[in-house]
């Protein structure tokens, strides 16, 4: 019986490094890249070129960047010798707008762009992965990390359905999707408080309390049929604490966070 070779996929490497913070060029390249490779090898995908900017500030725009232009013009040279580019950190090649004025251009000339945030391939199509990508560019470390939390979830929410549709016990699947609810629900919630305290310096828009509406009604009707240690693990990371009050006949429940973290303390009183 003969196995057939799944053949590679050429890929480009990108990858930025700035020396500002005494950042050591060498292994910021080796990180970027191992976290490049760990990700398309899977796929049958092979590093065949590099482009790697050493001392560029990620506000400098691509065409501005040595390395990161050649690779723009690189692109529309039918034998460039690649089909895909992987960037092992979007945070570090994007910053501000750059993403939606790149992204164009890879699309335009058919090469695939690879990021591990978003699992592989950027469907320019798609609003989730452009809202990742765009986001990336203006993001501080905590809010990359829930933006990253995010996406893991939404992908793992798709193999579970994808399980379900292959017969695997509804039951098992049904309590990690609730699970994994769980953690995107609170992930999102989180990233609204970020930028309602970002805001609050000015009137809350009805598209800013709408999100924030939206957030709790995610986590609401996922807590409504969580396991009860689901539910504990959830409360635990919020940082909510409830005491039922039995002469009242109430539950007090308390948030109290770090305000770093952009959240405040809140009390609700209400019937059992």
């Not at 490049?36 to 050493?54: H, K, M, N, Q, R």
């Not at 793992?156 to 699970?179: F, M």
Request: aromatic letters at 8%.
């Amino acid at each position: 019986m003969t196995t057939a070779i799944q053949p590679h996929i050429p890929f480009a490497f990108y990858g930025r490094v700035s020396t500002e913070d005494n950042q050591d060029p060498e292994a910021s390249r080796n990180w970027q890249l191992s976290r490049s490779t760990s990700l398309i090898e899977p796929a049958g995908g092979i590093v065949v070129a590099e482009y790697f900017d050493v001392d560029m500030p990620r506000s400098l725009p691509w065409p501005r960047r040595p390395r990161a232009n050649s690779l723009l013009t690189a692109l529309a040279n039918p034998n460039r010798g690649f089909n895909a580019v992987v960037i092992g950190e979007p945070h570090r090649a994007f910053y501000g707008n750059q993403y939606g004025l790149t992204m164009p251009v890879f699309t335009h000339y058919g090469v695939q762009l690879w990021v591990p945030e978003v699992g592989g391939s950027v469907d320019p199509d798609s609003e989730a992965h452009d809202l990742i990508m765009s986001v990336f560019g203006g993001m501080s470390k905590g809010e990359r990390n829930t933006a990253a939390v995010i996406a893991a979830c939404d992908t793992k929410l798709e193999k579970y359905r994808a399980a379900l549709e292959a017969a695997v016990d509804p039951e098992t699947v049904g309590g990690w999707i609730t699970t994994v609810k769980a953690e995107r629900a609170a992930a999102l919630a989180h990233a609204t408080a970020r930028q309602t305290r970002a805001q609050l310096n000015r009137r809350m828009t009805e598209d800013d309390i709408r999100r924030i509406l939206d957030a709790l009604v995610d986590i609401r009707d996922v807590l409504q049929n969580a396991d009860p240690e689901d539910k504990a693990e959830i409360y635990n990371g919020l940082g909510l604490r409830l005491t039922y009050q039995p002469t009242q006949q109430i539950v007090r429940a308390e948030v109290d966070l770090d305000p770093n973290d952009g959240w405040v303390m809140v009390r609700v009183r209400g019937g059992t």
